[in-house]
């Protein structure tokens, strides 16, 4: 059973920018849709986007995605506007997210930090916030943990305060090696709790008998939670964000002498 909620809309909203690359294989009628896309996304993860940047070149720089000048532009836009977060359309590298919070973050003992942010790790974050079942929690903090293993870099929370130190850490280990180590303990240990939820879903499939099964399927924010209340009289959350629902949802339906089961 999926649990049914609202957010929470009070929490306190960061301001952020989007940057976007024009490319020949990425034309700017596209850009300008990605973009409102990823401000859409943004304003899900409870984002207020003030600003876009987007520079024309052949292809992205694979220093810092943008070249230099445009760089110390929006560098000098964030200072001087307190912007929280710099969310950039495509997957950086970890070599770019390292240099991009270089720059904007020289003081990495500074109280306000930049966060440097790509639409992966955005949806991640938004995926974070919407898991309910014990099940999504598991898939999303997994995918997390994989997204951020090769981009380790300034931590400003060691992870190592997550666990005991004593015994952790060898002989000219550095932090970010046992901050590697840790998480890839950690990977290990929910797939092996992955492992134990499939078999439970197995299980629970068995016992709904000779129902006919019916999954509803489609990209985010395009009415499946609506149709699902339509159709199965239910109060599934729905709300015109995207990913407003992650979890798995299964109802019932009676037609007649016929018996569905919509996922």
């Not at 301001?15 to 896309?37: M, S």
């Not at 950039?88 to 390292?98: C, G, K, N, T, V």
Request: proline letters at 2%.
């Amino acid at each position: 059973m999926s649990i049914e909620k609202s957010y929470d809309t009070t929490i306190e909203k960061e301001t952020a920018i989007l940057v976007g690359a024009i490319t020949q294989k990425q034309p700017e009628a596209a850009v300008k849709d990605y973009l409102d896309e990823l401000e859409f996304l943004a304003q899900t993860a409870n984002a207020v986007v003030l600003k876009r940047f987007t520079q024309k070149m052949d292809r992205p720089n694979s220093k810092t995605f943008v070249g230099e000048g445009k760089l110390q532009e929006i560098a000098d836009y964030v200072e001087y506007n307190q912007i929280d977060c710099v969310i950039f359309d495509d997957e950086l590298s970890p070599a770019q997210i390292r240099n991009l919070q270089n720059k904007f973050n020289p003081d990495e003992f500074a109280e306000h930090q930049i966060k440097v942010m790509d639409r992966s790790n955005l949806i991640l974050d938004i995926f974070a916030a919407r898991a309910q079942t014990a099940h999504a929690r598991v898939q999303v903090e997994l995918a997390q943990l994989q997204y951020l293993l090769p981009r380790l870099t300034r931590l400003w929370t060691h992870l190592s305060k997550q666990k005991g130190g004593i015994g952790m850490k060898g002989p000219g280990e550095t932090e970010i090696e046992t901050d590697r180590r840790i998480i890839r303990d950690k990977i290990h240990r929910l797939k092996k709790d992955l492992e134990k939820v499939d078999v439970q879903k197995a299980t629970q499939r068995g016992n709904r008998g000779q129902l006919i099964r019916v999954a509803l399927v489609g990209y985010t924010n395009v009415g499946k939670s609506t149709l699902m209340n339509s159709i199965a009289k239910s109060k599934v959350f729905a709300e015109n964000k995207l990913f407003a629902t992650l979890d798995t949802t299964v109802r019932k339906v009676v037609f007649g002498i016929l018996a569905i089961s919509y996922e």
